[in-house]
């Protein structure tokens, strides 16, 4: 990639703007982070638009179930005839019902004049024209239209082929059908989608949720970036998420991207993600010294206002005691 000086911004937010040149320094960063991995970022230029392109890492942060559309349960699947495949004798319609099989060609045979009991019960083919012997038979001969059967057998039938449609797709492994069509995906598991730099949160939400069919609202989620300090940062409907990806560095182990819910959880500012890692005991001395920093603020302010107090009062006095004068 070529990473040339540039002169011009590139917006990050709204009323916010990064120089391409340090924009380019970040992405540098962040691809040699990736070499050689799929995570890596490209960009280019259109009509003077610089544009950053790849794959963004979200993780799930849902604390409750999600919703997984269904409604192309009926859709059947219809894989192309194949000449090894007993598709190939029979046409499947839109909504999956069989159509008339294809004629297969007739055979044309010969009578033999006075055939032996035991050459008619060993050729199948001769059994289509016999049928007296056929009723005879303790066994069934395999006619042209009982190999079809048979064929059908060895494949899934309609019920096995609804069932595998119901299961799509899957979440990080989970695989689902109308029975777990709600359900909360593993905390902290990964996914990704392919975004570019000019798409805004809005857009990046309904992206992943299209992606697997999920029936939820996008407005009912948002986009943070987590810290493992335990900062956690809402971006804005204006923010660029990849933008803000490359601007946090690639080393998902100190900041993640997560989708959570809006009305779920809370941002956490860095003064105060300082103190989540320390224990209880040591949070409550914390506690203990802002107090006592609280009550000697609060005794001073007094001290100062009752001296202002005790002056007004006595320049009063002394107001009161002086002769008017004419």
Partial sequence: MDYSH?????????????????????????????????LQLR???????????????????LRRPIRLQMQDDNERIRPPPSSSSWHSGCNLG???TVLKPITMPDIQITEVDAPAESDQMSSPTDSRDLKPVQEDTPQLM??????????????RTTSDQRRIRRHRFSINGHFYNHKTSVFTPAY??????????TMTTPQVLKLLLNKF?????????????????????????????????????????????????KDQVEEVTYDVAQYIKFEMPVLKSFIQKLEEEEDREVKKLMRKYTVLRLMIRQRLEEIAETPETI
Wanted: with cysteine; charged share 25%; glycine share 8%.
């Fill in 6 to 38: 540039q002169t011009s911004l590139v917006p990050c937010g709204k009323d916010k703007y990064i120089s391409k040149n340090e924009l380019l320094l970040h992405l540098k960063t962040y691809n040699l982070y990736y070499e050689g991995q799929n």
């Fill in 43 to 61: 960009h280019r230029e259109e009509e003077d638009e610089f544009i950053v392109e790849g794959l963004l890492n979200i993780s799930w942060g």
């Fill in 94 to 96: 839109a909504q999956g």
């Fill in 142 to 155: 395999r006619t042209r239209s009982d190999v079809g059967v048979r064929r059908r057998g060895n494949v």
């Fill in 188 to 197: 902290g598991s990964v996914t990704n989608v392919r975004i570019n730099s």
């Fill in 213 to 261: 069919k999920i029936e939820n609202s996008a407005e009912e989620f948002a986009l943070y970036v987590v810290h493992t300090s335990g900062e956690k940062q809402k971006l804005k409907n204006t923010d660029y998420p990849l933008i803000a990806r490359i601007l946090q560095g690639p080393c998902e182990q100190v900041s993640k991207v997560f989708l959570m819910e």
